[in-house]
C-alpha cells in the first residue's frame, strides 16, 4: 500500500508491502521534500547534461560549418584563379594579342580549355593576316583602277562609303555621311528612278546583281557619270543580307563615246554626200543619163 499521512504535524509518504516467507510487513517512511529533492537534483542535473551537449552541439557546428567556409573559400581561390587566366586570355585575343603563351591552371579541363582558346587564337591570327592581306590587295586594285567601294546591309541599313568613292565624287573621307538615302539625293532627278528601282529589287531577292550607268552630283553641284555594279550576298537561307558594289568615273569615256557617236554620224553623212555627188558628177542633170564621165570608168 502506499497513503500520506502527517506525523508529529510533518507531512510523511509510507509504503508498505508483505513479505511472503516470512509474514513480516516492510514499511517504508519518507519525508516528501526528500523525493523532491531529489528529483530536482536530477532534474538539474539532467539539464546540465543537456545544455552540455547542446552546448557541445552548438560548437561542433560552428567549428563545422567554419571548416566548410574556409574549405569553400579555398576551393574558389583554387577555381577563381585558374578561370581569371583564363579570361586574361580571352581578352589578350579580344585586343587583338592572338599570341597568348599558356598559364599554369592547376587544373585539367580548364588548362584543356585554355589550350584551345591559345589554338583557336592562332588560327584566327593568320585568318587575320590572311584577310588583311587580301582585302590589302583588293584596295590597292581598286585604287589602281580608280573606283570606289560601297557596301549597303539590308538588315541594319547600315551603309559604307570607300573613301576612294567619296573621293570620286570629290568629298574628303570625313564629308559625306555614308547612307542609301544621301546616296540617292545626288543621283540626277532623271536616273533616280531607275537606280532605286534596281536596288529594291535586289532587296526583294527579285534581281542578283545591278549595272547602271548614272550621273552623280560632286561635291562642287556638277554632275560626273558613275559606273554602278554590285551583287548581292545571301545567307544561308538564301536571304538577301548585303549588297556590295563599286563606282568608278565613266565621265571621260562617256564624252568619248559621245563624240565617236558624232563622229561616225559626220562620217555617215560625208559618205552620202559623196555619193550623192559622185552620182551627180555622172549622170547628165537634165536626163539623168550617165555621161561621158562614167563611161570612163569602165574598161572595154
Do not use: C
Not at 36 to 61: A, K, N, P
Not at 106 to 129: F, P, Y
Not at 226 to 249: F, K, Q
Request: proline fraction near 2%.
Amino acid at each position: 500500500g502506499l497513503l500520506t499521512t502527517s506525523i508529529h504535524g510533518e507531512e510523511h509518504t509510507i509504503a508498505w508491502s508483505t513479505i511472503k516467507e516470512t509474514g513480516w510487513k516492510l514499511v517504508l517512511m519518507i519525508e516528501p521534500q526528500e523525493i523532491t529533492t531529489q528529483i530536482t537534483s536530477i532534474e538539474d542535473e539532467l539539464f546540465r547534461i543537456g545544455y552540455f551537449i547542446l552546448g557541445g552541439m552548438v560548437v561542433f557546428y560552428v567549428i563545422f560549418f567554419l571548416f566548410m567556409a574556409e574549405r569553400a573559400r579555398k576551393m574558389s581561390e583554387f577555381i577563381s584563379e585558374p578561370l581569371a587566366s583564363l579570361n586574361d586570355v580571352f581578352g589578350e585575343i579580344g585586343r587583338g594579342n592572338y599570341k597568348v603563351k599558356p598559364r599554369d591552371t592547376h587544373v585539367l579541363e580548364i588548362e584543356e580549355t585554355q589550350n584551345h582558346v591559345i589554338d583557336m587564337g592562332r588560327k584566327l591570327s593568320d585568318a587575320t593576316k590572311a584577310l588583311m592581306r587580301s582585302e590589302e590587295r583588293f584596295n590597292l586594285a581598286l585604287e589602281g583602277a580608280e573606283t570606289g567601294l560601297w557596301d549597303y546591309n539590308i538588315l541594319t541599313k547600315e551603309t559604307y562609303f570607300s573613301p576612294k568613292m567619296k573621293q570620286i565624287l570629290g568629298y574628303k573621307d570625313n564629308e559625306l555621311k555614308a547612307s542609301l538615302e544621301i546616296w540617292m539625293s545626288i543621283v540626277h532627278p532623271d536616273d533616280q528612278s531607275q537606280l532605286d528601282a534596281m536596288i529594291t529589287q535586289m532587296i526583294h531577292g527579285e534581281k542578283q546583281r545591278i549595272q547602271i550607268d548614272v550621273r552623280v552630283k560632286t561635291r562642287d553641284d556638277h554632275y560626273i557619270w558613275n559606273s554602278v555594279r554590285g551583287g548581292i550576298i545571301l545567307d544561308t537561307n538564301n536571304r538577301p543580307v548585303r549588297i556590295v558594289g563599286t563606282n568608278s568615273d565613266i565621265t571621260e569615256i562617256i564624252a568619248q563615246r559621245s563624240q565617236n557617236e558624232q563622229l561616225l554620224s559626220d562620217l555617215s553623212q560625208k559618205e552620202s554626200d559623196f555619193n550623192v555627188l559622185k552620182e551627180e558628177s555622172t549622170k547628165d542633170p537634165l536626163t539623168s543619163v550617165y555621161n561621158r564621165r562614167y563611161l570612163k570608168e569602165f574598161k572595154f
